[in-house]
């Protein structure tokens, strides 16, 4: 038995999409993480009960596919469920539909819960976790390693976090790795392609202030390519993720 | 006689807000656009219709005073209204209120139409003019010119355009530049004050792949100061604004 589901309707607005008229994949994942907030509200474990706990939820991995990218005005609806969980993991899923009821992403993330003061993981607490009603488990999925590529183009840019990337939890927004990963690739590239998959794993925080190093490899040929992406603060290899990419026109 | 009055509610998303769970400046300008561009959808003269005489729309100024910064999950109600306009000039006001009905900001800004192709200022043309029932006058209202500060600490920062800030029609959004101006300032700053009034004119439009030359001078004293504000692409000024700040505490 899984856990309690969550749903609720999002239009796509203009300032959410690109320049194709698509949602941007940080739009993306921000509306999925609006429902896990909106159903942790409803629940009565938002942000004003978390914050009595000295914990907040902290994403360790997404795994994102994508069929098709919404596009700008269009009505989806965004689910989630936590599904399961052990001591110390809670597996999240969300799915984004169209007006037809077709899922367009369906996507799978690994939950934590962080002492806030200490930045230190901590056991699961019943007295959040129990709402959702997920199920307890020994063993939560295995979501895929990041994949190193063999060879391929490499890329790479830098990046000031800025005020606005710091979110109401004080810590980088989780959206914003993804802008720092993909801007790094031509515009091109992006024009013309989106990502059918994104598999990103959370290491360590980026810290307001810091001076972010976005790498990524570019491999495969043009008409089936992926990338690898690494966020390092000097040494600190923050967050890594691997992306394939489809052609809009396939 | 004014124009037709539009009206729409929003809530503001967690990813509309900053560290303080206020809107984000960009985000309110893009709340106001979304009006906008939502009354003109309505009045049949939307981005399809636009797209077949080959103008767009570009504000070339904005005032925008602020009493009270939304909160995140606020919901509010977005007015806008075509003022009146000349063979050339547009005034648009928008209205942001709490669900009280208390004005929270009014924004007061000027649109040209512009021939995309040659990216040349145009008169206004009736087809697309006459459904938003605006009054036809002489001289349209001039908003403030931008105050030079005599002195003040200055303070720069560099951007580089990211593909994530070009919007549908291929330019730069205009909330962007909010967000290269705002950033210069320290997150201190930031924090404890919001913008009270924002007087903001567009002069020539970044395009994608630009460098950015962020300048602010910030003078006045602690409690009371106010910012000016440069964008620069090589030496060419694009964008300048003077910015009044309120803390949060009055």
Known sequence: MAGKNFSEKHRILYYEGDQNAHVTLPMLVNMMVLASEDQSELLGVGPKKMSTTGLGWVVTQYQIKIKKMPKINEEVTISTEAINHNAYFCQRDFWISDKEGNELVHATSIFVMMDLQKRKMQKLIPEILE????????????????????DGEKLSHQYSVRYLDIDQNRHVNNSRYFEWMINTLDDEVLTNNFPSEVNVRYHVEVQPGAMINSKAIRSGSQGDFRTNHKIFVDDTLCTEANIEWQSYLE
Request: aromatic fraction near 4%; proline fraction near 15%.
């Open 131 to 150: 709402p959702y009603e997920s199920e307890e488990v020994k063993q939560i999925i295995r979501l895929p390693k990041i994949i190193e590529p063999e």
